[in-house]
C-alpha cells in the first residue's frame, strides 16, 4: 500500500513539474488586421497552471517597423507588442477568438490604432507607443465605488480601483475624433460615474494632458470652454495674457489630468468655477475661480479665490497661481 502512495504521489509530483514548466502551450494564431504599416493577431494558448486551471487564453499582439526591436517573453513574440488579453475560454480557433475583440481595436488610419480596454489606449505610430486615459484617476467624488476585498487600500496597500470598471461598470469609449498627431477626443460612459451623464474627454498634446468636462451634473450650467478660455491676466496680475487651459498645460507634469466643472459652487459668498487637477504620482489640487455670469450663464468677470495643493499626504493652500506655477515647474 505504501508503494502504491509514494508512486501516486511521485506521478502527481511529475505532472505539477511539467505543467510549471510549460504553463502556456500555444495553440494557434491568426491575423485580423494586415494594413501597410501594421498589423494585428491573436495568439492563443491553453494555460495549465497547477490549481488554478484557467484553460484557453489569448493575447493581441501588433507589429511594425516601430516594434522590430520588442523582445520576446512569456506570450509576446519577438518583434511583436503585446496589447491586452482575449476572454477565449472554450474557443475553438484563433478567428473565433479574435471575433471577440474585434470592437475593442479600431483602426483610423496607417498609424493610428485605438485600444479601449477599461483603460483608453492610442498609437500615433503604429504601436511604437501608447498613451492612455485612465478612470482609475478620477477624482473619488466620481466614482461608485464597488464592493472590493478587504485587502484593498485604504484598510491593506492593494490597488483596487479598476474593480470600479469591471463587467457591466467597464467604460464605453464613443465618439472618437482624430483631428492630428497626438490630438484625440471622445466620450466616456459608465454606471460607475457618479453624479453625470457623461465625460468628454480629449488631450491636443499626445497625453501630456488630458482634460476632462463633466456634462450632466445637476446645478446652473456652466460652459467649461469658455472657463477655459479664461485669460490669465483676468485672473491674477502679473500673469501672461495666455489662457487658463493654455498656463495648466505648461505648468503641469506630464501625464496630468484637469477635471472642468459645468456647474459653479459656493466658496465663501461667491460663485465659483471648482477646476480639479492630477498627475500620475498621485499628487492632486483644486482652484476655484470666482465668477460673475450674466444671464445666460457666460462669464463676464472672473479672479483666483483660492486653493489647495496636496502633494502625496501633504496639503498646503494655494496663495497665488503665480506661486502654484513656479512649485509645479520646479517638481518637474
Not at 479598476?162 to 457591466?168: L, N, P, R
Request: proline letters at 6%.
Amino acid at each position: 500500500m505504501k508503494e502504491i502512495a509514494h508512486l501516486v504521489y511521485i506521478l502527481t509530483l511529475c505532472a505539477l513539474l511539467a505543467a510549471c514548466g510549460n504553463p502556456n502551450r500555444r495553440l494557434d494564431e491568426y491575423v485580423f488586421y494586415d494594413g501597410p504599416k501594421f498589423k494585428l493577431k491573436v495568439v492563443r494558448y491553453y494555460r495549465n497552471i497547477p490549481f488554478k486551471q484557467l484553460g484557453e487564453h489569448a493575447v493581441v499582439m501588433c507589429q511594425s517597423e516601430n516594434t522590430t526591436n520588442a523582445p520576446p517573453h512569456e506570450q509576446q513574440d519577438a518583434g511583436w507588442r503585446m496589447l491586452g488579453t482575449v476572454d477565449a475560454l472554450d474557443s475553438k480557433r484563433a478567428k473565433d477568438a479574435a471575433l471577440r475583440v474585434k470592437d475593442a481595436y479600431k483602426v483610423f488610419d496607417d498609424h493610428t490604432l485605438i485600444a479601449k480596454t477599461n483603460i483608453f489606449n492610442i498609437s500615433f505610430d503604429a504601436c511604437g507607443h501608447f498613451i492612455n486615459w485612465d478612470p482609475g484617476r478620477l477624482p473619488q467624488d466620481l466614482i461608485n465605488p464597488a464592493e472590493k476585498p478587504d485587502a484593498c487600500a485604504p484598510n491593506d496597500p492593494a490597488d483596487c480601483r479598476y474593480y470600479d470598471f469591471e463587467g457591466d461598470r467597464a467604460p464605453r469609449y464613443e465618439q472618437i475624433h482624430v483631428t492630428g498627431k497626438g490630438q484625440v477626443s471622445f466620450t466616456a460612459n459608465s454606471p460607475t460615474f457618479k453624479g453625470v451623464e457623461s465625460l468628454r474627454v480629449q488631450t491636443s498634446n499626445n497625453g501630456a494632458v488630458w482634460h476632462v468636462d463633466t456634462v450632466g451634473s445637476d446645478g446652473q450650467r456652466l460652459d467649461p470652454d469658455t472657463i477655459r478660455s479664461l485669460p490669465m491676466s483676468l485672473l491674477e496680475k502679473g500673469m501672461d495674457a495666455i489662457s487658463l487651459e493654455d498656463w495648466l498645460e505648461s505648468v503641469l507634469p506630464p501625464r496630468s489630468m484637469v477635471i472642468w466643472p459645468d456647474a459653479p459652487v459656493a466658496c465663501g459668498n461667491r460663485r465659483c468655477a471648482e477646476i480639479r487637477f492630477n498627475d500620475s504620482e498621485g499628487n492632486s489640487g483644486t482652484l476655484y475661480i470666482a465668477i460673475n455670469t450674466d444671464s445666460e450663464n457666460r462669464p463676464v468677470g472672473a479672479s483666483f479665490h483660492s486653493g489647495i495643493y496636496n502633494l502625496g499626504e501633504i496639503s498646503r493652500p494655494v496663495e497665488s497661481l503665480i506661486g502654484l506655477g513656479k512649485h509645479l515647474t520646479s517638481s518637474d
